[in-house]
């Protein structure tokens, strides 16, 4: 079904982007509050610790892909607590298999995603927040109806961005699933592979196609923040 | 139906705001309008968002009506510390801060989200009606004049009907032409609720239109200083 390079690398770096909007947001989210809730009281010891997960959450952006690699194959590997359970669970080990490969691909989209959201939270005008509270609103609530949806064009600009770092790992994919042709090779491996033995006209299929959409993604991330600007 | 008791908003502070000069405020606001006035800079917003809990002073207490919302010594973590979210007092700010994403009608009813629609609804109207917002309730808030979007704030404090209600310059972002038609409707709205209700202003004009309890924040003699201290003694 998924034996094309393309239509694996899409469905792959689909399913990678929707989780890391999901956990991205939150984890943006959480910082966030425990930032927020530190400056409030007057504890450093909040702020540092949220500069520390922060510069956690960064690390994917500047770590060597093979590094990224190893990091996640111990912890999804057949020995891992993590794999096991997954082993146990569905039948079929974790590693080297599509599934590991949306989370390689959620290696570089994740921590894309949440920078930008809470950067963005970050510039929301505080005062917004204060507004909200004083009609009752929850931090959670505040965050939810009033933060996140200020951040709505922001959060989309990184989304696309992380769709178009997804689609283009090659690195991790390698080390966690491998490059089994129609099963885990995605596009990017793929035309790896097809330059190695010569077959251009193969390669320059894949090329094209993974130009043009990230040409769009970087296309369409550029009128947002447009639009932004403007506001 | 009987006459809700009021409420007394009462409040001893000391905090030193940016470390920049030591504020000492002593309130003891009855139901209706105290007018609190002051040079800028001298601490009327940073009073606002003391009782408004934004802030947290060195030491102090804050009540309202029989409800503590702070009691803190100085040096220590305060032993009653309710949220702001939790304290049922209405903030006005200078700038109306409407939610932009939302429209006139949605962040009216921000804050009675957890009313049933009809309720809602209900509340929604008679406050557009007393604040001419009826033809407006679909549009975005920058589809506004400074007044309307003065107006929408005032109604989106009001929905949750406080027990308590701070106006911090509510005229500042308004047009110069709109001002006395909105301290009308202002008036009109606020003598028809039972609560205490501080109105920050630096405007003389503003101040003769109350005709009510002054206080003034005096900055002492140093210049390190600033007192507000009030009994509004209707």
Redesign the interface.
């Known amino acids: 079904m998924l034996g094309s390079p393309l239509l694996l690398s899409f469905a792959v770096a689909t399913l990678a982007t929707l989780l890391s909007l999901a956990v991205g947001v939150l984890v943006a989210s959480l910082l966030f509050y425990i930032g927020q809730v530190g400056s409030?009281?007057?504890r450093p010891a909040r702020a540092r610790l949220v500069e520390l997960l922060d510069a956690l959450l960064s690390l994917p952006l500047v770590l060597p892909p093979t590094v990224l690699g190893y990091y996640l194959l111990t912890l999804l590997g057949r020995h891992s607590p993590l794999g096991r359970a997954f082993e146990v669970v569905t039948g079929s080990p974790l590693a080297f298999t599509p599934t590991a490969a949306v989370l390689a691909a959620m290696v570089s989209a994740l921590p894309a995603i949440a920078r930008s959201t809470r950067a963005a939270l970050c510039e929301v005008?505080p005062?917004?927040f204060?507004?909200?509270?004083?009609?009752?609103?929850?931090?959670g609530r505040?965050l939810w109806?009033?933060g996140l949806?200020?951040c709505?064009r922001q959060i989309a600009a990184a989304t696309m961005l992380a769709f178009a770092r997804a689609l283009g790992d090659f690195g991790v994919t390698l080390m966690v699933a491998g490059d089994i042709p129609g099963y885990t090779q995605t596009a990017s491996l793929a035309v790896y592979d097809a330059v190695q033995a010569g077959r251009e006209h193969d390669a320059l299929s894949l090329i094209v196609p993974l130009s043009l959409t990230a040409l769009c993604l970087l296309y369409g991330v550029g009128r947002l923040q447009d639009v932004e600007r403007k506001r | 139906m009987s006459e809700p008791r009021p409420t007394l908003l009462d409040a001893q502070l000391s905090a030193s705001p940016d470390g920049l000069y030591r504020l000492e405020v002593s309130l003891r606001l009855p139901a209706g309008v105290t007018v609190l006035m002051g040079p800028s800079g001298s601490g009327k917003s940073t009073t606002l968002d003391l009782l408004?809990?934004?802030r947290?002073p060195d030491a102090g207490q804050i009540a309202l009506g029989d409800e503590v919302l702070l009691a803190k010594q100085a040096g220590q973590a305060p032993s009653v510390l309710v949220?702001?979210?939790?304290r049922?007092?209405?903030?006005v700010?200078q700038?109306p801060?409407l939610?932009?994403?939302l429209t006139v009608g949605q962040n009216l009813a921000?804050?009675i989200a957890q009313l049933p629609q009809v309720a809602q609804r209900a509340r929604i109207a008679t406050l557009a009606q007393a604040l001419q917002l009826e033809s407006l309730l679909s549009r975005r808030p920058s589809e506004l004049s400074g007044g309307q979007r003065q107006r929408v704030?005032l109604g989106?404090?009001l929905a949750?009907r406080p027990k308590a209600l701070l106006l911090d310059e509510p005229l500042s972002a308004v047009d110069l032409g709109q001002r006395t038609e909105l301290l009308m409707q202002l008036r009109t709205l606020l003598s028809e609720l039972h609560i205490p209700v501080l109105y920050v202003t630096h405007s003389q004009d503003e101040q003769r239109f109350w005709d009510t309890d002054t206080l003034t924040i005096q900055p002492r003699l140093d210049a390190q200083h600033c007192v507000i201290v009030g009994k509004a003694t209707r």
């Open positions: 409030l009281s007057q005008d005062l917004y204060r507004a909200a509270a004083s009609l009752g609103a929850s931090a505040a109806t009033v949806p200020l709505r | 408004a809990g934004h947290i949220a702001p979210e939790l049922h007092i209405g903030y700010m700038q801060m939610f932009p994403h921000y804050g704030a989106r404090a949750i």
